[in-house]
């Protein structure tokens, strides 16, 4: 049974929460500054690739300040899990717009990026979980 002590738990969700961070920040200039680029291929709206793009900066500094915690607040932890599986939603419910016809390539650029965004918002539950209850203890 592999289990870590409340310290590694806290210190390993602060290194999850930066990742998710970091990922936000190359996803967002990613898709704000190559969305005219992208769009081509993805056969998605380059106003829909750029603002989303967009909306990931902010989530970036949210997640960074959270992860720079000491120990991290389990409401903001919370809101960046919650906004995770929103955004992995709203990214799968784009493909099935009957505005939108993505390209084979489109359709397997958004399922991946969701598929990663849900694996670290289960990360960062699962953590969060870990760390709580060791508070508790």
Do not use: H
């Not at 290194?15 to 704000?32: E, K, Q, R, S």
């Not at 990214?91 to 990026?113: D, E, H, K, R």
Request: glycine share 10%.
């Amino acid at each position: 049974d592999w289990t870590m002590s409340a310290p590694s738990t806290v210190n390993f969700l602060k290194t999850v929460l930066i990742v998710d961070a970091l990922t936000c920040l190359g996803f967002g200039l990613l898709l704000t500054t190559g969305s005219e680029f992208l769009a081509g291929w993805l056969g998605l709206p380059v106003a829909l690739l750029f603002y989303a793009g967009l909306i990931l900066f902010p989530c970036a500094a949210l997640m960074i300040i959270t992860g720079r915690q000491k120990l991290p607040n389990a409401g903001l932890v919370w809101l960046i899990i919650v906004g995770n599986f929103v955004w992995a939603v709203a990214n799968i419910g784009i493909l099935v717009l009957p505005s939108i016809a993505p390209t084979m390539l489109g359709y397997a650029f958004v399922i991946a990026q969701a598929i990663a965004v849900c694996g670290l918002a289960v990360f960062e539950y699962r953590l969060l979980g870990d760390a709580r209850r060791f508070a508790t203890a």
